[in-house]
């Protein structure tokens, strides 16, 4: 009998283990959404411009955007500018272009004329070389 009881809670303390192993690396794999890779804005933003697409080429980051867009920021950190931040710059004809560095992850967000600012897109610029 004792055997069983033992056998038992060795079996039990392995599922237990098991689940806690599942759950904790389920955490650290699973995407988090903390910002958007996607082209367009995140749902429940409401706003009424997107960027279309990002383009490096001659150690230039080029933004093509549609809708409303009226300004753009590019910052090499991840913290969410204010609407008067002096990073914002015009966006004219739909499309934004500035130099950036190589080797560097870059966070990009843009303005619409209600003065709302999406979710961040991030950029890698190892990733877009030509």
Do not use: H
Request: glycine fraction near 2%; proline fraction near 2%.
């Amino acid at each position: 009998m004792k055997n069983n009881n033992s056998t038992s809670f060795i079996v039990f303390a392995g599922v237990i283990v098991l689940c806690v192993f599942t759950v904790v690396a389920a955490i650290n794999l699973l995407p988090r959404n903390n910002e958007s890779n996607s082209y367009y804005v995140k749902v429940g933003d409401e706003m009424s411009a997107k960027i279309e697409a990002l383009d490096i080429k001659n150690n230039k980051l080029n933004i093509t955007t549609s809708g409303d867009a009226t300004e753009y920021c590019v910052k090499s950190t991840k913290s969410t500018p204010d609407s008067n931040n002096i990073c914002w710059k015009k966006i004219e004809n739909n499309t934004a272009s500035i130099s950036i560095y190589q080797y560097k992850k870059y966070y990009i967000w843009i303005k619409d004329t209600n003065n709302k600012i999406s979710s961040p897109m991030s950029i890698n610029t190892r990733d877009k070389e030509d």
